[in-house]
């Protein structure tokens, strides 16, 4: 009984001054000091506020908290209780979420949030079934290949050491069948990797290649959106259930205001880090239609690998079930 009490008391990994208190010890790999962080910031003060000051939030931004791996371990073990997690760490806690990020299965913004909206509700209470609440999605943008040799052609990537998340021994396993050559590694030593060449390659938003100054030594960016780079503020349900409802009401808007500002940001900012990057030295590598042809016929013959072992099969089949009634009726998509 004294265990159980135990384990449930660092289960609600928050520091309370009183019992009325409540500090939300939140972590995310958003670059401190960015205008995501700013958002974030803000959030934090909303939540005080609609609070009454009975709930604040202590930021860790910039990964210093460790890879989203990190972070959900942590969550589960109660020493830090939310987050602002990418698809990756969304996939630790269900692999469902994986089916917003299958490679080139969406072209679009509006058709990839056209599925999130069908899938949501799902995806939510598998999430919450987990023991985590989603407040609200965000997104980091699309996905593109940066490199330190132009990669315009599949080939021409499986000549360089590729980052890969740590700890996705499917990825990898994926990456290698594409004939790829995967280098496991944290984000957070993403830099150090490119810097020792350790790698030469790795996919990112183009905000977060210009935030994180990865770009410095990888300065050829190809012209192919790969995948959308989804994401979740998320909270460990033992801390969530600590705030009264009424206030939980006033939280989840103001984090779905929060992920709103954000995708807004990413999404009028893409174009405009590209040219930031191109000032600096960055050469955008053009896809043509051939060699779009060949990314296409590359990750769709990969798709079988996908469905059941990256994305539970279902999963994947009821997102592409909705992302082909979302082109039934929208005959063309917006980016």
């Known amino acids: 009984m004294r265990a159980f009490a135990l384990a449930a008391l660092v289960a609600l990994g ?26 974030l910031q803000e959030m934090a003060e909303e939540w005080k506020t609609a609070s ?22 942590k969550m589960r073990l109660g020493t830090l209780n939310a987050s602002l997690l990418t698809a990756s760490g969304l996939g630790e806690i269900d692999k469902s979420v ?24 799902g995806l939510e209470a598998k999430i919450a079934a ?31 050491k590729l980052f890969s998340w740590a700890n996705d021994t499917r990825q990898v396993e994926l990456l290698k069948a594409a004939r790829f050559n995967p280098v496991p590694l944290p984000s957070t030593e993403l830099a150090t990797g490119l810097q020792t060449g350790l790698v030469q390659a790795f996919g990112a938003p ?15 960016m190809t012209d192919l ?23 939980q009401v006033k939280l989840r808007a103001a984090a779905e205001t929060a992920c709103k500002r954000l995708r807004e940001e990413i999404k009028a900012g893409a174009s405009r880090d590209v040219e930031a990057m191109k000032k600096r030295g960055l050469t955008v590598v053009p896809v043509d239609a051939a060699a779009r042809r060949e990314w296409q016929q590359l990750i769709e013959g990969l798709y079988p690998r996908i469905r059941g072992a990256i994305v ?21 998509g917006s980016r």
């Open 14 to 39: 928050a520091t309370t001054a009183t019992a009325q208190t409540l500090t939300v010890k939140m972590a995310t790999l958003v670059p401190q000091g960015s205008s995501w962080h700013r958002i």
């Open 52 to 73: 009454g000051g009975k709930v604040t939030v202590r930021l860790y931004p910039g990964g210093v908290a460790g890879d989203d791996a990190d972070v959900v371990r």
């Open 98 to 121: 994986n089916a917003l990020g299958v490679p080139m299965l969406y072209s679009s913004y509006d058709e990839i949030y056209g599925v999130l909206d069908a899938l949501r509700p």
């Open 130 to 160: 987990k023991g985590f609440v989603v407040l609200g999605w965000a997104d980091g943008g699309w996905v593109h290949f940066f490199a330190q040799k132009p990669v315009a052609r599949p080939d021409d990537l499986r000549t360089l």
């Open 206 to 220: 183009p905000g977060v290649a210009l935030i994180a100054q990865y770009f410095n030594r990888a300065q050829n």
């Open 312 to 332: 539970p099969a279902d999963a994947f089949d009821e997102a592409v079930r909705a992302r082909d009634a979302w082109r039934a009726a929208h005959k063309a």
């Open 225 to 247: 959106d790969w995948q959308m780079l989804l994401g979740a503020i998320v909270v460990a349900k033992p801390a969530w259930d600590q705030i009264p409802p009424d206030v």
